[in-house]
């Protein structure tokens, strides 16, 4: 099993009245991807800063490579932040920027030559020298502001939102290449987003937050296929969530019927909730279904078609490849493995 390389143990931060950490655990292994994911507020960035030393943690230890660091300035730790906001400096030039860390440490000019041109190679922009910031597109100024950020060599590269100011397609593209970076320099990346699929894409490991508190965590299929909640579930991609009754191992009770499904472990009759993705739930005639409806609006989503239907007092979220009529009556199948029982409010289920 791989090495931890950061370890939070306890950690509290208040804000005025605001808890925005409440004894916070987490384990983050050496070179790994990991992504603090949740909606805003939720306290990501005030993790990266506690990492990186910007905050202080009111209580608790923040510990790297097995020693507490929490009283370290930041420039002492083997940690370097890139922002959403590039902050690169605007009457410097590539080079300038990029050597920036460097000079500061001064470091042999011939040496900094060689690591500017070597971290400028990684991000794709040989050549870029001379050229000013402000001459620069967007995604090549995220570039630059990453090879400033790893040209100091640190062990964990802690990126706040990084792309959160480009465009959906240089977006994407720089998802791909962030992911090629972090294999090739092969040190640790801890990735903050409030956007899933940018979690789903990139990410070795996901933990999901919300209010301070680690909802799950786990690979981004754990993550996508087995949410232990319904804030889990409703966070990542799209979700029925329905309230149902756990008759015994394996028999449940939603939607008005009785459907086999894989969880056991909850208490005889304790009311759970179900989750069943959109693309999950097989549609099939009225005859045939255990459940039928009727479609009250189908919407063309360019891969599926995104499909609305009423059954049993529930409206349900379809995804499928094929449409159906508005006003039709369709029969709706769902496979055992593909119904996903959960605690209610919120409580996590150890399967
Ligand atoms: N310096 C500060 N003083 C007071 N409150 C703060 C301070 N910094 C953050 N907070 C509060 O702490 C909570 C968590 O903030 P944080 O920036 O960590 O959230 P986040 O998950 O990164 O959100 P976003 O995605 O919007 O950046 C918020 O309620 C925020 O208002």
């Not at 090739?184 to 699929?197: M, R």
């Not at 191992?249 to 009759?269: L, P, S, T």
């Not at 360019?302 to 529930?314: M, P, Q, R």
Request: aromatic share 8%; net charge negative.
């Amino acid at each position: 099993m791989a090495e931890n390389i950061i370890e939070l143990r306890g950690v509290n931060k208040v804000y005025d009245d605001n808890v925005v950490l409440d004894n916070f655990n987490l384990d983050i292994k050496k070179n790994e991807f990991l992504t603090l994911l949740g909606p805003s507020g939720c306290g990501k960035t005030t993790l990266l800063k506690i990492i990186a030393g910007f905050e202080y943690a009111d209580d608790g230890k923040v510990i790297f490579e097995g020693k507490e660091i929490n009283d370290m300035p930041p420039n002492e730790r083997h940690v370097n932040t890139v922002f959403q906001k590039y902050s690169l400096f605007p009457h410097m030039n590539v080079y300038e920027n990029v050597a920036f860390g460097l000079k500061i440490k001064k470091t042999p000019k011939d040496i900094i030559d060689q690591k500017v041109k070597e971290v400028l190679k990684l991000v794709a922009l040989e050549g870029f020298e001379k050229r000013d910031i402000d001459s620069l597109s967007g995604g090549q100024q995220q570039r630059i502001a990453i090879a400033r950020a790893v040209v100091n060599e640190p062990k964990v590269l802690l990126l706040d939102e990084p792309l959160g100011a480009l465009d959906l397609k240089l977006r994407q593209e720089m998802q791909v290449e962030l992911k090629r970076i972090q294999k090739k320099l092969g040190i640790t990346f801890v990735f903050v987003t409030h956007d899933q699929e940018e979690a789903l894409s990139m990410s070795d490991t996901i933990v999901v937050l919300n209010k301070g508190k680690i909802q799950q965590m786990g690979t981004p299929q754990d993550i996508y296929n087995e949410p232990k909640n319904a804030f889990v579930a409703d966070f990542i991609g799209e979700s029925n969530i329905i309230p149902g009754t756990m008759l015994e191992d394996f028999k449940v009770v939603f939607a008005d019927r009785e459907f086999e499904c894989v969880d056991k472990g909850f208490d005889k009759n304790e009311e759970i909730e179900v989750v069943i993705r959109p693309e999950d739930i097989k549609m099939v005639s009225p005859e045939e279904g255990m459940l039928k409806g009727i479609v009250k609006s189908t919407i063309f989503r360019g891969v599926h078609y995104e499909i609305e239907l009423e059954a049993n007092g529930i409206t349900w979220l379809l995804h499928n490849t094929q449409n159906a009529e508005v006003g039709t009556e369709l029969g709706m199948d769902i496979y055992p493995e593909d119904i996903h029982i959960m605690k209610k409010a919120g409580e996590c289920h150890e399967n």
